[in-house]
């Protein structure tokens, strides 16, 4: 006869509350980060506005942001796997209200870029915990809980765009970025307490038809073509939506939208600010509505449908975007189709490589995040040119074109041929 596990009174509660309880504890967590990233164009103009950066100069600052927060959570996501989400959540939460501190009072670019580098290890940290937390309790339903953690990301800004946009005006883009980065910290670095991993006598006993012959190591998995594949496509998929997020207001105002007034059922709003919050709730719906889907049709067609519509979406938007509404709607339908991919490369990353190892290598791959945040800059440059930003949503829309058709006549026959 075998002693029983001993069952500590966090595992009590944990039992108690069930695995959903972590699910929406990394949901409040995510949703506290995502200012860092979806709230950034919102401070872009007041920024040069105050000293009088160029563009490209403030918007380097988004890429370091990205490029750090995504290129750190293989290293983070590895942490997580040996101790645990609890004390990467906790440290995180002190980084991410540090970071707005610093550009609270940021008055060279080289302090700017320090906040959005403590920013990004902050937000990378909350990432690989959440989501590798996820995909951990959730081995059944894994693109439906990949999805739900990255909903918070997604969405967890929507409700705090019109705050920031008016404490921006009465207050000062300083202000702003000190109060909402030491409440948004707070929040992280009090629930993360709660996160646990599922241990032995915790992991749920469900029954998945996802089952990879063995769980790979990141160094294992690195060694795959197929990696390199969902990596490639990643970064494809990426490129347009980090555009959008990062520089929605110079586009809006590029198009002459900006101001405009926007009438819906009755109600008139200024186009910029109502886009925002339009754009983060069809993202953060679109993360467990995918990942939903793909639990259900395969993750390889779903990220052809997926990936098909926003190209058509930012093709749209080049074209139609300097009418206030249709600029307002496309711009929705944009973040729509693109939030998906915070559900569907994790996902399929967990059901290739197992679980055991389901943060770090979700964080690797990941980093393709990173790599397509390079072009970020770069499309200021693009758009100032001759071809203006129609050039640009012409070239990220054909990127996603070709992932879409990389995810079924490359990605579906090379993880049939593995068995994977």
Not at 124 to 136: E, H, I, R, S
Not at 155 to 180: D, R
Request: proline fraction near 5%.
């Amino acid at each position: 006869m075998t002693d029983a596990i001993p069952i500590t009174a966090d595992d009590a509660m944990t039992l108690r509350m069930g695995r959903w309880w972590q699910l929406g504890l990394g949901v409040v967590c995510m949703s506290m980060i995502a200012n860092l990233q979806y709230g950034w164009t919102l401070f872009v103009n007041p920024i040069q506005d105050t000293h009088g950066w160029s563009l490209p100069e403030i918007q380097v600052a988004f890429s370091i942001f990205v490029l750090v927060e995504t290129w750190l959570v293989p290293i983070e996501g590895y942490i997580v796997d040996k101790v645990g989400p609890r004390m990467v959540g906790v440290v995180a939460g002190v980084l991410v209200a540090l970071a707005w501190v610093i550009d609270s009072m940021a008055n060279s670019l080289p302090m700017l870029y320090l906040g959005a580098v403590v920013a990004g290890i902050g937000a990378g940290a909350v990432y690989g915990a959440c989501v590798g937390n996820a995909l951990k309790w959730f081995p059944d339903r894994r693109g439906l809980a990949a999805g739900i953690t990255a909903m918070g990301f997604g969405a967890g800004s929507a409700l705090t765009v019109f705050p920031i946009a008016s404490m921006i005006k009465s207050q000062g883009y300083e202000a702003t970025f000190f109060k909402f980065g030491i409440a948004q910290g707070a929040v992280v670095f009090l629930v993360s307490w709660l996160l646990k991993a599922p241990d032995v006598h915790l992991a749920p006993k469900r029954k998945t038809s996802k089952v990879p012959a063995r769980d790979y190591t990141p160094l294992e998995m690195l060694a795959t073509p197929a990696f390199w594949v969902m990596f490639l496509m990643f970064a494809l998929t990426a490129v347009g939506g980090l555009i959008a997020t990062a520089q929605l207001t110079p586009i809006a105002k590029a198009y002459g939208v900006a101001d405009s007034p926007v009438s819906l059922f009755g109600l008139t709003l200024v186009a910029l600010p109502f886009a925002l919050s339009m754009s983060r709730v069809f993202n953060g719906v679109s993360r467990p509505f995918f990942g939903w889907v793909s639990d259900h049709a395969g993750r390889e067609i779903t990220m052809l449908l997926a990936f098909t519509l926003e190209g058509a979406a930012i093709l749209l938007l080049g074209q139609f975007g300097s009418n206030p509404m249709a600029f307002a709607f496309l711009t929705a339908f944009v973040f729509f189709a693109y939030g998906e991919i915070y559900s569907l490369f994790p996902a399929i990353c967990a059901d290739a490589y197992g679980r055991k190892f389901a943060s770090a290598n979700a964080g690797l791959l990941y980093v393709g995040k990173g790599v397509a945040s390079l072009v970020v800059p770069l499309s200021s440059v693009i758009a100032a040119s001759a071809t203006g930003w129609r050039g640009v949503f012409i070239a990220a829309a054909a990127m996603n074109f070709v992932a879409a058709a990389m995810a079924v006549f490359v990605l579906k026959p090379m993880r049939a041929r593995s068995g994977a």
